[in-house]
């Protein structure tokens, strides 16, 4: 049993070398830039609740709109990773060509709707029905900081579709670089912009926006100039911008393969943002202790969300070589590999939540609340590990159809009514709210089982033109 169970589950050394190779840059990178947001968290949330729910309420649309960049590369990324298993270099640079194309057309949209419907979208968390804070001034600080903060879109849109592509070719480390250049450069400009160090004003939450913003610019030249600078790891940037062409059978493809995942993250994303919204009625305490929770939740979540990118390398790399028994096995083993490792950082998270809200200068109550938030998320974690990686695996055979009834109509049809619902109908406490929702991921768990199981997302997307 055991000699089975080791051979389906737990990879050798060789397997285990190859993953980390991946995944450990990426981890770094993303532990790197979620660090560097949670001190970020913490030094706005030194200057008061206001300006720390103002920020959290901002920094959720932003999640909406960097999920919708996610999307708007992935769902090219996954013909361009099979294109470089294949070794087809011109079908990868094209299909980075509509990488530039969807980001452009992303960031527009987002740039017209922070412009013009700014306090309507930042007042939809706003509620007095709480007993702490002041959402008039919630609502000032928001503004004045989304206000600096779309100057950032296009850069970080722009370094997306390159490093996405970087990553294809199984490149970690330079955009790991690149990111802990990046956030190191946030948090110096953090502190001094935000509090007035070494003489400088002291500009609050518009220092933090400002600080953010050089980040991701430094960030995209970084990855830009390497790409163009090494053509011999990057073939496919040669002649990237000498024509706006892409074939159309791989336009066809990527629009029908690859719609469905863009739409997914979008849909994904703002979903989330609808979840969050439900449980803001509640008052300006509940935006600030999730907002708490969230920030330590990120940090920990890192593992399990580059695992499954990492899924999506290693298993389309081998659809794409059609060695789809190898795909099967190292899938198995990773999907074990992730749920492991976050049922170890899962109880880490616990011991730590109990402490982490104390940092922050705000009401006790909202102290208490966030601890408890804290727990529930670290208890749901090995859970979304599981779902995650499902939902990796389905996406490297390019099933983004099932994808987004896996993702985003589970998330529309079930958890937001249900959220809805309980929130607002409701005198349960937000505590056993946020629970209840956290926990319908139980039912995910079950459906990615079955699907994963089944083998239906084994199949190579690239093989022929057609």
């Not at 804070?133 to 370094?159: C, H, N, Q, T």
């Not at 298993?315 to 059609?322: C, D, E, R, T």
């Amino acid at each position: 049993m055991w000699k089975w169970f080791r051979n389906k589950f737990i990879g050798d050394k060789e397997f285990y070398r190859h993953v980390l190779y991946l995944a450990v840059p990426m981890i770094i990178q993303n532990a790197i830039t979620s660090f560097v947001s949670f001190l970020d968290n913490i030094m706005v949330g030194q200057i008061g609740t206001e300006q720390m729910s103002g920020v959290a309420i901002v920094n959720q649309l932003m999640f909406v709109f960097n999920i919708c960049i996610f999307g708007g590369v992935s769902g090219a990324g996954i013909f361009g990773t099979q294109f470089f298993g294949k070794g087809d270099y011109e079908g990868q640079k094209y299909t980075f060509r509509f990488k530039l194309y969807a980001c452009a057309i992303i960031t527009g949209a987002a740039l017209i709707l922070f412009g013009f419907f700014d306090t309507q979208l930042i007042s939809l968390y706003l509620s007095d029905s709480g007993s702490v804070g002041d959402i008039s001034l919630a609502l000032r600080y928001g503004k004045e900081y989304l206000a600096i903060m779309v100057i950032g879109l296009a850069p970080f849109a722009l370094g997306q579709s390159y490093t996405n592509t970087i990553r294809e070719t199984g490149q970690t480390f330079v955009p790991m670089l690149a990111g802990i250049v990046a956030v190191i450069t946030n948090l110096i400009l953090d502190y001094i912009l935000i509090f007035g160090a070494f003489g400088a004003p002291s500009l609050g939450v518009r220092g933090a926006a400002i600080a953010t913003v050089i980040a991701r610019f430094i960030e995209c030249a970084i990855v830009v100039f390497w790409t163009h600078s090494h053509k011999k790891v990057n073939p496919y940037i040669k002649g990237a911008y000498t024509s706006p062409k892409i074939p159309w059978h791989i336009l066809r493809g990527i629009l029908v393969k690859g719609s469905p995942l863009m739409f997914n993250e979008m849909f994904w994303a703002a979903g989330m943002a609808v979840i969050s919204q439900c449980y803001a009625v509640r008052g300006l305490e509940v935006v600030a202790a999730q907002n708490i929770s969230s920030t330590i939740s990120n940090l920990f979540n890192i593992v399990y969300i580059q695992l499954g990118g990492c899924i999506s390398i290693v298993v389309g790399q081998l659809l794409g070589a059609g060695k789809t028994e190898e795909a099967k096995d190292a899938d198995n083993k990773m999907i074990f590999f992730s749920v492991f490792c976050c049922s170890c950082i899962s109880m880490v998270m616990v011991v730590i939540g109990r402490y982490f809200p104390s940092i922050y200068n705000t009401e006790e109550s909202i102290k208490t609340l966030a601890q408890k938030l804290i727990v529930i998320s670290a208890l749901v974690m090995p859970l979304c590990a599981f779902s995650h990686c499902a939902y990796f695996t389905l996406r490297s055979g390019g099933k983004t159809v099932v994808t987004f009834l896996f993702d985003s109509v589970y998330t529309w049809v079930l958890v937001i009514p249900f959220a809805y619902l309980l929130a607002n109908y409701t005198s349960l406490h937000i505590t056993l709210v946020f629970f209840l929702v956290q926990f319908t991921e139980i039912i995910k768990v079950v459906l990615g089982f079955f699907m994963v199981r089944s083998g239906v997302w084994m199949q190579n997307i690239v093989g022929e033109k057609s």
